[in-house]
């Protein structure tokens, strides 16, 4: 039997599929001696982001893409 299965988002390098947080600049991989977890810095600022999401994370309102900025490339105008 033909069997295909699809992932939205691509397994780390331990087989782990980490959903959005592969894919945001907030997250971070933390490895120890034998385990790595994926760390939001978003739960540094704000109470409401676990420290170490459970995954796959498939939806979260703090996803930002990875190498976008949410700082305007340009200062904004003075007044006057
Ligand atoms: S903001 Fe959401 S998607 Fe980004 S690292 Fe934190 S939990 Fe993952």
Redesign the pocket.
């Known amino acids: 039997m033909l069997q295909i299965s699809f992932t939205k988002e691509p397994l780390d390098s331990a087989g782990m599929d980490p959903g959005?947080?592969a894919t945001?600049r907030?997250?971070r991989v933390v490895k120890g001696a034998n385990s790595r977890f994926?760390l939001?810095?978003?739960?540094r600022t704000d109470p409401r982001?676990?420290r170490y999401?459970r995954l796959p994370?498939l939806r979260?309102a703090?996803?930002?893409p990875a190498g976008v900025s949410s700082v305007p490339a340009e200062p904004p105008g003075r007044p006057g």
């Open positions: 959005l947080c945001c907030h997250a994926w939001c810095d978003q739960s982001y676990p999401p994370v979260c703090g996803h930002e």
